[in-house]
């Protein structure tokens, strides 16, 4: 009886896990609104700032991408000028939760 009672807490644990990972584009459209000052309103890009395209990235890229960017992985190097300019931006997305949510709503940019 203990042994199901330990599975089933197991099984609800990775359900809730699961839950609480799913991504809200919707949310991570009204994140994207900071990112569209340089990245455009669709992810196109604006050369003159140096930012690139990024509508339509997929998602585990881009939750990559920013996450390095978190930890310092990039920008952190000051020859690496546009890196620093990106690495204050992806610490705006104070949790896990809102970058899932950011990368989600750029990837259905490009769709």
């Known amino acids: 009886m203990r042994k199901r009672l330990v599975v089933a807490a197991a099984v609800l644990a990775v359900f809730s896990a699961a839950d609480a990972s799913a991504q809200d584009a919707e949310h991570g459209k009204q994140l994207f609104a900071t990112c569209q000052t340089c990245h455009g309103a669709k992810g196109e890009g604006q050369q003159a700032l140096n930012a690139p395209p ?26 690496d000028t546009y890196g620093q300019q990106m690495a204050p931006m992806a610490k ?20």
Request: negative net charge; without cysteine.
């Open 54 to 79: 990024i509508g339509g990235l997929p998602s585990w890229y881009t939750v990559r991408q920013l996450d390095h960017f978190k930890q310092g992985i990039r920008g952190a190097d000051p020859k």
């Open 92 to 111: 705006m997305l104070t949790t896990d939760q809102d970058v899932a949510d950011v990368a989600a709503y750029i990837e259905q940019l490009g769709k």
